[in-house]
């Protein structure tokens, strides 16, 4: 099994440009959530799902769009970046289970935003 | 409102010594969860522990210990004779869970630990 995997693991951007970022599970999991991690902040929740074809906001959600089309994979959208959204990416997902069921994460994407 | 804090940003030991991270939490909810992750250098995330709210036994797995009180809400994690792996960034989490399958996580800010050998 891979786990968690996200894909670009480095990205720069210029200010106003778009990407996807894209994060995949093969552990069947139903509930998938996108953080971001700023230096000194710890981590912070952007979007989440509880299964697929489902999305919903979490704490900073501004700036970002996500899809979950397929139950394997959660997209993060940025329609137009901005420098403030510089950042490390960590997307993450969990067994239905339980409610405690610890996340697992992915390798994080390191995003530069010029 | 949630929070977790740990005050220790950075914290250097010399390899064989023993070093404490502490963890604060709040929160009104009597049922939660605390987690432990590891961040090494690599970056990715490392589970360590959980532990719920009702279960205030204290957890030993090989050099990691953790130490759960509920009376200082205090979930400390021990490191005994650190070794140079275990310098990374670690986090304590606080969990509260939602019947909609929602996990309300909030992390610390993170300790950074650095093992001299």
């Known amino acids: 099994n891979a786990g968690v995997t996200q894909t670009p693991k480095f990205r720069v951007l210029k200010t106003g440009q778009s990407m996807t970022l894209l994060c995949a599970q093969d552990?069947?999991?139903?509930?998938m959530y996108w953080y971001r991690q700023d230096p000194g902040m710890g981590l912070r929740l952007i979007h989440y799902?509880?299964?697929?074809?489902?999305?919903a906001k979490g704490e900073v959600p501004d700036g970002y769009n996500v899809s979950r089309l397929k139950k394997q994979n959660f997209l993060l959208g940025l329609e137009s970046a901005a420098p403030s959204q510089t950042s490390v990416y960590f997307c993450?997902?969990?067994?239905?289970?339980?409610?405690?069921?610890?996340?697992?994460f992915g390798p994080g994407t390191r995003l530069t935003v010029l | 409102a949630q929070k977790v804090t740990q005050a220790q940003t950075e914290i250097s030991v010399v390899e064989k010594e023993d070093v404490t991270l502490d963890c604060v939490y709040e929160?009104?909810?009597?049922?939660?969860?605390l987690f432990w992750y590891k961040q090494p250098p690599s970056g990715e995330l490392v589970f360590l522990i959980r532990?719920?709210?009702?279960?205030?036994q204290n957890e030993i797995s090989g050099r990691y210990s953790w130490n759960f009180q509920k009376s200082t809400s205090s979930f400390n994690f021990t490191i005994t004779a650190s070794q140079v792996v275990d310098s990374a960034v670690y986090f304590c989490?606080?969990?509260?869970?939602?019947?909609?399958?929602?996990?309300?996580?909030?992390f610390g800010t993170g300790t950074k630990l650095q093992v001299i050998p």
């Open positions: 929160t009104r909810d009597t049922t939660y969860y």
């Open positions: 799902s509880v299964g697929e074809g489902t999305t």
């Open positions: 993450a997902s969990r067994g239905n289970s339980g409610t405690y069921n610890e996340q697992f």
């Open positions: 989490a606080l969990i509260l869970p939602n019947s909609g399958g929602y996990q309300k996580v909030t």
């Open positions: 552990m069947n999991h139903e509930y």
């Open positions: 532990r719920n709210s009702f279960d205030e």
